[in-house]
T-cell receptor
Framework: GQQVMQIPQYQHVQEGEDFTTYCNSS?????IQWYKQRPGGHPVFLIQ?????EVKKQKRLTFQFGEAKKNSSLHITATQTTDVGTYFC????????????FGQGTTLQVKP | KAGVTQTPRYLIKTRGQQVTLSCSPISGHRSVSWYQQTPGQGLQFLFEYFSETQRNKGNFPGRFSGRQFSNSRSEMNVSTLELGDSALYLC?????????????FGSGTRLTVV
């Protein structure tokens, strides 16, 4: 079945270092979404990418959607302790109606 | 505006019992989805409702069911609870009827089955 894989599973960085998580889908996606879940919290929508090769920025966060629309990445520049949490990518299921297939997530720890 | 509200926040049930969880979406949102989150399996799609109709169902046994009311509020029910059903159950709502605008998640219901 359709799968979305994310690496790495965990990442520990020193505050100020950069961080990148990668997402790969077994199928071509119409769009990809990114969510952040703080420890003890719930997923919070960050962004959606739709176009092949699309790059979007939110302050220190840069999101990319691959040319083949099967992979994506999230890059954080100069991490801060507030960036701690688990970052999930998610793509729509084959029916494209309300079903999201989530990656396993990358948990980011930032040492001050 | 109010976010997605899930009740109760925490629940402890015994094996074999049944449970009903409630979700009130953001006002105006007609699409409601349910997810199960566990450390081992991550976020797994349960089902999705739009205008009181179940449009999609994940790979969960028939013990898991749900419904949506005319005011878009949704409930999910799990019958004959098993230890493995212990999880965080998340409800998410969306404005549009198709994936593409992002989902707003509730705080979840933490279900523990003993």
């Amino acid at each position: 079945g359709q799968q979305v894989m994310q690496i790495p599973q965990y990442q520990h960085v020193q505050e100020g270092e950069d961080f990148t998580t990668y997402c790969n889908s077994s199928t071509t996606l119409s769009n990809i979404q990114w969510y952040k879940q703080r420890p003890g919290g719930h997923p919070v929508f960050l962004i959606q990418l739709v176009k092949s090769g699309e790059v979007k920025k939110q302050k220190r966060l840069t999101f990319q959607f691959g040319e083949a629309k099967k992979n994506s990445s999230l890059h954080i520049t100069a991490t801060q302790t507030t960036d701690v949490g688990t970052y999930f990518c998610a793509g729509p299921g084959s029916s494209n109606t309300g079903k999201l297939i989530f990656g396993q997530g990358t948990t980011l720890q930032v040492k001050p | 505006k109010a976010g997605v509200t899930q009740t109760p926040r925490y629940l402890i049930k015994t094996r074999g019992q049944q449970v009903t969880l409630s979700c009130s979406p953001i006002s105006g949102h007609r699409s409601v989805s349910w997810y199960q989150q566990t450390p081992g399996q991550g976020l797994q799609f349960l089902f999705e409702y739009f205008s009181e109709t179940q449009r999609n169902k994940g790979n969960f046994p028939g013990r898991f069911s749900g419904r949506q009311f005319s005011n878009s509020r949704s409930e999910m029910n799990v019958s004959t609870l098993e230890l493995g059903d212990s999880a965080l159950y998340l409800c998410a709502s969306s404005l549009t009827d198709r994936v593409g605008s992002g989902y707003t998640f509730g705080s979840g219901t933490r279900l523990t089955v003993v």
